[in-house]
């Protein structure tokens, strides 16, 4: 089974929420993965503290022009829909950080002016702590494309029991590359104007794509309201709230697993776990 | 020789584009013939990314010796340069205006790329 945690706005809590879900599915005897698929900023490993145990680089395919074969035909210009490339005479320019990736200029080139070659995006990390298995991917810096990278931390988590998948913020490409194939995605929100409003993209997009979903409400305070309303009218299940409470927030300031350290909110996690597992069936 | 200036529109009285890649158009000068040709960019107005790129291809395109604009990035500048095109940056005022600016030499060449991508 594939849950993934998502929200819309970022520092609602997805990681605090992935991580201390893994845990307690691990200490349940399950095998399970944790997917950090926030690329741009991972986070899991810092309250995980896992000994990474491999890492592996991974590319992507790119053009690289030998323009001693160029004859200046204009052709993968032409097709290149990212404007990555430029002809000047018979020589080509490429700006492989446009590249998208497609393939279409190196196969349209009949001269072989153009060949593929490889470009670093960044790594993806694993690591195993008795049955949680950990998986983590980090970006290149200045490299501006992360889906990829996503795709590459979530084809290594393919053999455990519970896969945990933590998102991207946002609605955008990355954050869809990352709920891609999950049985189950967790909108974690805060009941704040801010809160609700991404969050309505965030359940706009899970409808769209036709996902079982549900909300978690963090910090959850008087203002709950402004979240139950909406998901009242969305027909959204509130699957748990996690209190707006201090000591989360401290413990949370030191890179700490929460439902270790507060055995209170242990059952939250618990009685969250079981109504996923109800609303998958 | 012909020389481009980015052009908000059409004629000699409009105003130089500040921006280069998404610039609405290009005015192609005949120094010689004393003559003109507006080349659209509208395409790359609207483009997600690489206007600059693309728009410094139109330019290529059209053979000329120079180009006049208001700012210029990285990646026009590669390409400008790459064909052996003059890059003058810090234009302003109508098109009529910088054409006898450049003619009297009262520009001044870049040498570098004076702003960064995304700009505006």
């Known amino acids: 089974m594939k849950i993934a945690i998502a929200s819309g706005k970022g520092g609602t809590g997805k990681s605090t929420l992935a991580v201390n879900l893994a845990y307690l ?157 999950a049985d189950y995605v967790i909108l974690v929100t805060e009941p704040t104007p801010f809160g609700l409003y991404d969050l309505k993209l965030a359940v706009d997009v899970v409808k769209k794509l036709k996902f079982n979903a549900g909300i978690v409400i963090n910090k959850s305070s008087y203002n709950d309201h402004l979240i139950e309303d909406f998901a009242a009218k969305k027909n959204m299940e509130i699957l748990a709230k996690i209190p707006d409470d201090k000591k989360i927030a401290e413990y949370y300031s030191t890179g700490g697993i929460i439902i270790e350290k507060i055995p209170e909110y242990k059952e939250i996690f618990e009685n969250l776990n079981e109504r996923i597992s109800n609303n998958k069936r | 020789m012909k020389i481009a200036v980015s052009s908000t529109a059409d004629t000699s009285d409009s105003a130089v584009d500040l921006r280069f890649g998404r610039a609405s158009g290009f005015i192609i000068y005949d120094l010689e013939k004393e003559s003109f040709e507006f080349v659209n960019n509208e395409q790359n107005l609207n483009a997600m990314q690489g206007a600059g790129v693309q728009a410094a291809q139109i330019v290529v395109n059209q053979n000329v ?53 995304h700009w505006v």
């Not at chain 1, 593929?116 to 991917?137: C, D, M, P, R, T």
């Not at chain 2, 003619?103 to 040498?111: G, M, R, T, V």
Request: charged fraction near 25%; aromatic fraction near 4%; charge should be neutral.
């Open chain 1, 25 to 181: 599915l691990s200490k349940m005897n399950k095998n399970v993965c944790l997917l950090d698929c926030d690329v741009e900023e991972p986070n899991c490993h810092i309250f995980l503290k896992p000994e990474i145990k491999s890492t592996q680089k991974i590319f992507l395919p790119v053009p690289e022009a030998d323009n001693e074969k160029c004859t200046g035909c204009g052709k993968c210009t032409e097709i290149c829909q990212f404007n990555s490339l430029a002809l000047i005479k018979n020589s080509i320019m490429v700006f492989p950080e446009l590249c998208h990736n497609c393939g279409g200029c190196w196969r349209i080139c009949s001269e072989k002016a153009l060949v593929k070659a490889q470009k670093e995006i960044g790594e993806v990390q694993e690591a195993k702590s008795g049955n949680l298995h950990f998986i983590h991917g980090k970006t290149k810096i200045a490299e501006p494309m992360s889906p990829p990278l996503i795709n590459a931390v979530k084809e290594k988590g393919n053999s455990a029991d519970v896969e945990i998948i933590d998102c991207p913020p946002g609605t955008s490409c990355p954050m869809i590359a990352a709920i891609e194939g």
């Open chain 2, 65 to 117: 010796g120079a180009l006049i604009t208001g700012h210029c990035g990285p990646k026009a500048f590669k390409v400008l340069s790459a064909a052996g095109i003059k890059i003058f940056v810090g234009a302003e005022g109508s098109i009529k205006e910088v054409i006898e600016k450049y003619k009297n030499n009262e520009l001044q060449q870049a040498l570098e790329a004076d702003v960064k991508g």
